[in-house]
């Protein structure tokens, strides 16, 4: 993304709840797997899995809304 893309993109991340942030990050800024995101956090995959996508999906949706 350009640099104003990503700057939207974080602020659009701080209106998700903070678990949910934290595993985006882990994900695409720590490069993290899903496997290795759920034994940092202690939480089961599928949980992970299920924040993250939700997570994407808000993302998108509000970065839709943007583009004008």
């Not at 974080?10 to 903070?18: A, Q, V, Y």
């Not at 882990?26 to 992970?48: H, W």
């Amino acid at each position: 993304p350009e640099d104003g893309e990503a700057e939207d993109i974080g602020e659009k991340l701080k209106c998700l709840p903070t678990e949910t942030q934290n595993i985006i990050r882990l994900r695409f800024y720590e490069e993290l797997s899903l496997q290795e995101i759920a034994e940092v956090t202690g939480r089961k995959l599928s949980t992970v899995k299920a924040k993250l996508y939700r997570g994407l999906r808000v993302l998108r949706v509000e970065m839709e809304g943007m583009k004008v």
